[in-house]
């Protein structure tokens, strides 16, 4: 064990967890080592949304976020959103919508749609696109995205 | 026969992936995620020469870090893998790099540690002395130029008939020339009343699946467990057999799905470095790239394509000659094929009398290019549809009217001899105009705010020969389980087959399970690529299905019992085995007809079907700064049945927007040495949330491939065909400038515009 590493502890989806981090692993290595693989590292310099990871309710690029920056918070991840085996309205909507292709940015998606929803819960094609143009997908489900957003918001709406 | 359980058709049904709540939850299990224990962690020391000899290198520091377990370089390869040198066309690339690098990025040497950090810095600590020899980038150059010569010998793989004649050969770039000759070209042009002469060129991009490449090998007695993200298991299988010269059942390969793939991840790319890596350490190794590593592994080819039209006095196009140079970079890897399957289809959809085609596949020293969304295709159409528009303009023809002269019809010999069947050219074309409203006049704008529009129509031959095997299987209480090596990569290949197989079987596809690629378990597949797998598997799946009914009702008969479909399945075995109990099989297998062509480049039987994709977009264009912005985009394929409405729409309109990022975002720019100087998405734009066309919209003619199951053929590449040269036309139409070159960037078009004013700027572009 290196003489740099710090015992943390925080909250993962809700569960206490106390992990050995180095200054230079990132949130998105930490969470992986605990077996939570929907958060994933595909461009490694947070452009592109794959390793999106909620901390205190913040969406942050899990891939450039130092692990150590994780101590006594609240940490989310796209595993954290079913519910008794109930779909997140929004986990819901981009299933009904298609709006999926390869997957692997899926989650991220998902992630940054909830931070748009709970701010705007009927945001217009323009505030879904600004909001969204920091996830990237290359099988290019764009249009299904923007639908699965709005499908989302209206049922939230209509639950409220 | 109607031997259902449930009346509802599978076919046609708009259904969830099967896969999709998992994706959803981020519970998708991808190779990504593969950890195994006493796992080592790879990175790469890499060449930063385009072509140099390597005079030494020093692993000693590298190797003195605390926590490296070994520092690998091309020898420490050939003490377990003697000949190292593989690929599917040519056995030509080294595991690692041997005497001599070919291009930036090839891989030199590897640092071994449990820790990817402690590898990380270690790997900068390998030191590489290098002799620094000429290059040669451009691909014209390198065919028609000898002083530079990637390869000394090219080594053909023997699999491919009509590149054995090139075994050996010395003294040149090219790997692969392709010649069609129909007609009397000639003659034609010396008759023509119009001679059309252009010369176009696309970009090198790089497919970039959001999933980087990765392949974990694990080594165990006498065999080897390959956990890999390919598109193409079962001939990793076999090309790692043959470079360990071990019988195929000793290479045990696993896929997952796959975090996209676009061809990249197609054939073999870091399974044999993993394999040798675990070889030699006697322990798994995961080798995983990086985003930036992904640029040096697999690209897209930059092509320059010079065509040359005679036009008749009515605008029919009466010969034609297509000269085509395909940069395949330092290794072949699958090039060979794109160029002669591209190749074939080069001379576009048109009926021709008189056709002449050279296509070249041409060694440089630039990253390998292979196989990406089309084969080819999109660089082809590009030309031919960009100079039918230009064409079209010059005789004052409307450019949908000059293609529905020209079109070539169903039951017309294409010029490779093969009879057009079942393609739906004309549906789509006529399919893209009524969606662009192409009779109505288009409002064109104002004051510096100029509009334009523009239609492309591209087809493919699909790639054979290939085979597809299937195996079904029925448990002791009747549910089935549908084995296949085609690899579900985002395009819905999963569903499909299920689809397919419950159709046949009287259930609903979501109760069929779907195993994933497992060369130990799933019989073969020639490869996921190419559009190939919902017609090809899709056929062999059918059957395998209907042997399945067929081998239930010889049980039925064996037990005496009647013989009611999959409904009374547990019955049977029950009866048979007195308990819940057995297994009932069934097979299928599909080779689609196919001919090699001869020495003219023709062949009765050149596809075992076309596939057919139209585009039509319009363009906003500012003329003061060359910004445009795309009011609307729409994308028509021909894909026969469509198995899955619900994937079918992604389908067409996910190709149509990853082609938009060739045709107006992604470049990879070197320098004059080679250098790459864009390997990172804040560089390279890849399309995103916000390039999106205003409006799009998307079809699929009303068709059937009658050789197809149910009625159907691929189109996970038709919606990438039309793209780029719509936009080209949209913008000529706009504000008159013609981009001859990809990407149409709004920098392009502000120079084009400043040169149509008379007042040109001074080229800064220092690309090779």
Known sequence: ?160 | MNDTNTPERQVGRRIDRLESRSKVTGTADYTHNVVLPRMLHAKIVRSVHAHARILSIDTSAAAAVPGVVKVVTAQDVMRVIPDPHYGPAFHDQPILAIDKVRHIGEPVAVVLSDDVHIAETAAALVSVEYEVLPAVFDEVQAANNTDVLVHDVLRPAGTFPDLKHLAGRKGTNVALDYRLRHGDVKTAFAQAAHVFDHTFRTQQVVHVPLEPMVSIAQPLDRRIIIHTASQSPSFVRLEIARLLGWAENQVQVKTRLLGGGFGAKLYIKLEALAVALALIAHRPVRVALTMEEQFYMITKHATTFRIRSAVDADGRITARHCEVYWNGGAYADIGPRVTQKSGFTAGGPYDIANLDIDSYQVYTNLPPAGAFRGFGITQVVWAYESQADLIAHKLGMDPVAFRRLNLLENGRPHATGTVLKDAGLRLVLDRVASAMDWDKPLDRGTGTVRRGRGIGLGFKALVAPTTSVATITAGGDGSCTLLISTVEMGQGSDTAMAIVAADVLGLRAEDIRVVNPDTDVTPYDMATLGSRSTFSMGNAVKQAAQDLLDKVRALAQEVGLPFEGTRNISTLLKKKFGMQAGTVVGTGSFVPPYQSPDADGRSPDITPNWMVGGTGIEVEVDTETGQFRIVRMENVVDCGTPLNPKVVQTQITGAAIQQLGATFLEKMEFDAEGQLRNASFSEYKIPGILDLPHQMGYAAVDSQQSTGPFGAKGLGESGCFGVASAMAQAIDDAVGVRIVSLPITPEAVYRALAEQRGEPLANTDSTP
């Open chain 1, 1 to 160: 064990m290196s003489t740099t590493s710090t015992l943390i502890q925080f909250r993962l989806n809700g569960e206490p967890v106390s992990r050995q981090v180095e200054p230079h692993h990132t949130l998105l290595e930490l969470v992986r080592e605990c077996g939570l693989h929907g958060a994933r590292e595909s461009c490694g310099q947070g452009l592109c949304g794959c390793c999106t990871i909620v901390v205190n309710g913040q969406a942050v690029t899990g891939c450039i976020y130092p692990a150590m920056h994780a101590e006594e918070a609240e940490v989310g991840t796209i595993e954290g959103l079913e519910q008794d085996g109930q779909l997140d309205p929004v986990q819901q909507a981009f299933m009904d919508a298609g709006a999926l292709q390869c997957g692997f940015c899926t989650p991220g998606f998902i992630l940054m749609a909830r931070q748009l929803l709970q701010q705007n819960s009927e945001p217009s094609d323009h505030e879904i696109r600004h909001f969204l143009a920091g996830n990237l997908c290359r099988c290019g489900a764009y249009p299904e995205i923007i639908e699965a957003v709005k499908l989302a918001g209206q049922r939230m709406r209509a639950a409220a």
